[in-house]
């Protein structure tokens, strides 16, 4: 009788489709919603999205009925398995994204409303960066080891990444015009993987950096290796090229990359208590921001630096900056002690 009074409430407001679709699955919806959206997506979007969905969401939960899914076995279907498996800022990703897909619901008057938006995640402090970067004296060994054991490609691409704090696609996507030997800056302005170069995800993402001597020598180094390549290839130099390629003249992608990186910092014997290597690539990311805000750099300036805004700097590094606040509070304590001991009763 009650769920009799639900089909005739929603009918009155013309909320038919939840009726229609009331077989539906969250597998078929997840398909249709891909299909929906794919020509609206980037293509490396597109295929993220697809490889969780595919992945991760139609494993666990694509045999569940979309109108019966309630929270509870969506948290234990689903949430706790994961939890077993994934580091928190993973799986807040994959929730993130369900999220998404299941809002689509509702705009399409499938589903009166979402039902998954106040779930939890344990130790979801976790996804702060901490233990995703590296020391200075860490960088440096990075560095030092790549230039003695790795081909000169791979190290001006580490190098590069390091100190400019660029993302992974925004280095494999510079061409050689973005470079400015003579006023030590690069430009960005395309983003690059195996999926092809595009334009960067936010207006934030163009931007041109000052970048140090070091950087600019070894690009010039570098560069000269580059010609050699391309004159024994038949390659025709272009200001237009692709800066990373291989030692065959091709246009690599971020997996040669990964590899490298992890290789490097094993021969670093910079690993975590498991054996495993500290930081991914995208930690050179993390690496090149922590330092900067240990070293007092303020916010807006590394916001520009990265391509963020000032807020997503703080929402990312809200830790560093707590962590800062405190030593601050520190110093100021002690420069003033000695007055402060001195001053009236």
């Known amino acids: 009788m009650k769920a009799l009074l639900e089909v005739k409430t929603a009918t009155l407001r013309g909320e038919t489709k939840h009726i229609v679709s009331d077989s539906m699955t969250i597998g078929e ?7 929906m959206n794919q020509k609206k997506w980037k293509l490396s979007t597109s295929e993220y999205r697809k490889m969780i969905v595919d992945n991760r969401l139609k494993k666990l939960l694509g045999h569940y009925r979309l109108q019966k899914l309630d929270r509870a076995t969506y948290q234990r279907a689903f949430i706790n398995v994961l939890e077993d498996k994934l580091q928190p800022y993973t799986l807040k990703q994959i929730l993130g994204l369900f999220k998404i897909a299941i809002n689509a619901t509702v705009e399409e008057k499938i589903l009166a409303r979402n039902r998954f938006t106040k779930v939890v995640i344990k130790d979801e402090d976790d996804t702060k960066t901490s233990n995703k970067f590296l020391t200075p004296a860490e960088l440096n060994k990075l560095l ?9 490609w791979h190290y001006s691409f580490l190098l590069v990444a390091a100190y400019t704090g660029m993302q992974r696609g925004e280095a494999l996507g510079l061409q050689w015009k973005n470079i400015d030997f003579k006023n030590h800056t690069i430009t960005i302005e395309r983003t690059r993987d195996k999926f092809g170069a595009r334009t960067p995800k936010t207006k934030n993402s163009y931007r041109t950096i000052l970048v140090d001597s070091i950087v ?5 180094k570098y560069k000269t290796w580059y010609k050699k390549v391309c004159l024994q290839y038949g390659i025709k130099y272009s200001s237009d090229l692709f800066i990373f390629i291989n030692s065959y003249g091709e246009p690599v992608h971020d997996q040669t990359f990964y590899m490298m990186l992890k290789r490097v910092q094993l021969q670093a014997k910079l690993v975590n208590e498991d054996g495993s290597p500290k930081i991914s690539l995208h ?9 900067l805000l240990n070293n007092g750099q303020i916010v807006k300036v590394i916001g520009e ?3 963020n805004t000032p807020n997503m700097v703080m929402n990312t590094y809200g830790h560093v900056m707590k962590e800062l606040e405190q030593e601050s509070v520190n110093v100021f304590s002690a420069s003033l002690a000695t007055g402060a001991k001195s001053g009236a009763n």
């Open 144 to 152: 030092s080891t790549a230039k003695e054991t790795e081909v000169i």
């Open 216 to 220: 600019i020598e070894q690009l010039k």
């Open 283 to 291: 930690g050179l990311w993390h690496t090149h921001a922590t330092i």
């Open 29 to 35: 919806w997840l398909d249709i919603w891909l299909e």
């Open 305 to 307: 630096r990265l391509g």
